[in-house]
């Protein structure tokens, strides 16, 4: 299909700007003016759509999401989360390895791939997981294909805990070798176990009001910090994920090879919303002070933070149920994360080319994604159409399958009106989309980089 996109303010490369878009297959054929467009014969396009009083931005790529399949399907699937995605303008995802089977060899990072080109609404990727005994596979796996390699440094849901420092020399050294990126859980397991240990003398399973502390800046930071120490020392490409303290931040911005990311939940929630949302905002690394939140949001403008992504990961309310110790850690947000931080710039938090940026533009410049987030010429046509338009969220909204999400009742001062991926409509707010061979993603495509080839990502 040929397909017009007009009269919207278009948000791209750092501008925003009156421009038309024409949508040829799966491509972006061209941006015109208005006099340019007003040259055209209407009849040349199979669809006409006026985007007045919208903007459009490049489709979301969302770095950092758990969509649960393979084998926890119970509480979200590739086909729902990516539909979730699809209704919130994210038109790209890589899905980290806890699953079930974890994807910590090649026969199951392919299964992945198997269901996610039969299932998913939107684009996809998989990170490798690193365990203590594979990274002699490193150099078996196709770069092409995927974004790069997940470590988790401190535990968390999956059991994938890698802590001994030597084993990590090896595994730095390694990525090193085969020139791909470490994506990082940073928290330190043995300050997290002390700190529980003395929590459960008071209580076996603390209330969640003392997650933060469990869970602590101490924790973050000595973690973030020997990551950092190691991808200096052996020349690594390192972006750390989630960040969470104020403290941390500091690591940042001065060297091209690590890069930082926050994640929407540490920019919307601090510790005093667990009184009233309680495990609801349980997540890991943990929600923290103001001061913590409110450092993430400065460093969003300043180059230390180069990507928005959700840390989606959905778990059924039953799950979310306890303490500390009980409840599960996670929570859903890829459906309201463009909305939401679209509000925090309404806040005066971040300007909207900032948001192009941080969630579209240097996702593809850091993981080296072929043809995708930017509204150019030739680039594939994944966009996202937002309207300045207040909604509240409920939970008959949430499109994820565990069917609740944090932010119920909050009003939202953004809202996605329609969701093209690779040219095809995949969601439009006043009409059912049918799920159909048209209307399901790609895999993504993945040019990888050296050190000295990685954008810098300082405004």
């Known amino acids: 299909m040929r397909i ?29 003016d ?44 590739i086909r729902s989360e990516s539909r979730a995605a699809a209704y919130g303008g994210v038109t790209s995802f890589m899905d980290m390895p806890n699953t079930i089977p974890q994807t910590t060899t090649l026969s199951a990072l392919q299964e992945k791939f198997r269901i996610a080109a039969g299932q998913s609404h939107v684009n996809y990727s998989f990170f490798f997981g690193v365990t203590a005994d594979n990274s002699r596979l490193f150099n078996e796996l196709d770069h092409t294909r995927i974004p790069g390699l997940k ?32 994506v990082a859980h940073c928290e330190d397991t043995a300050i997290i176990n002390r700190n529980m240990a003395e929590a459960q003398q008071h209580d076996e399973d603390p209330p969640i009001g003392l997650h933060q502390f469990i869970r602590s800046e101490e924790a973050c930071y000595n973690s973030s910090l020997l990551a950092t120490t ?59 002070s103001p001061i913590d939140r409110d450092a993430l949001r400065t460093a969003l403008n300043d180059g230390r933070i180069a990507t928005i992504a959700t ?69 594939k046509a994944d966009l996202a159409i937002v309207r300045h338009q207040p909604f509240t969220v409920t939970a008959d909204d949430v499109q994820s399958l565990c069917r609740w999400s944090p932010l119920e009742g909050r009003t939202l001062a953004w809202c996605v009106e329609k969701t093209f991926c690779n040219g095809r409509l995949v969601f439009d ?17 993945f040019s990888h980089m050296t050190s000295e080839e990685v954008p810098v990502f300082n405004p």
């Open 4 to 32: 017009l996109i007009q009269h919207a303010q278009v948000v791209s490369d750092g501008v925003t700007r009156r421009v038309d878009i024409v949508i040829n297959g799966d491509c972006i054929e061209a941006l015109l």
């Open 34 to 77: 208005d006099a340019e467009t007003s040259r055209l014969n209407g009849n040349v396009f199979d669809e006409v759509i006026d985007a007045a009083g919208c903007h459009v931005f490049p489709g979301v790529i969302d770095t950092h999401v758990h969509f649960r399949e393979p084998g926890l399907t119970h509480k979200a699937t």
């Open 151 to 182: 470590l988790f440094m401190g535990s968390s849901t999956g059991n994938m805990l890698v802590d001994d420092e030597h084993t990590l020399q090896t595994i730095f050294q390694r990525a090193a070798d085969a020139g791909l990126v470490i």
């Open 230 to 288: 190691l991808a200096e020392t052996y020349g690594t490409r390192l972006h750390v994920a989630h960040v969470s303290t104020a403290a941390e931040l500091k690591l940042f911005g001065s060297s091209r090879r690590i890069t930082a990311e926050a994640v929407v939940p540490h920019l919307l929630f601090t510790c005093r919303d667990y009184e009233q949302l309680g495990a609801r905002i349980k997540c890991n690394p943990s929600v923290k």
């Open 311 to 379: 840390d989606h990961a959905p778990h059924l309310m039953s799950e979310k149920q306890g303490g500390c110790r009980r409840a599960a850690s996670g929570m859903p947000m890829v459906q309201y994360s463009l909305p939401a931080i679209l509000t925090l710039a309404d806040e005066g938090v971040l300007s909207l080319e900032r948001v192009a940026e941080l969630m579209c533009h240097h996702p593809a410049a850091l993981f080296g994604i072929k043809g995708r987030g930017y509204i150019r010429q030739g680039y």
């Open 429 to 445: 707010r006043h009409r059912p989309v049918p799920f159909d061979e048209d209307c399901r993603g790609e895999e993504l495509a």
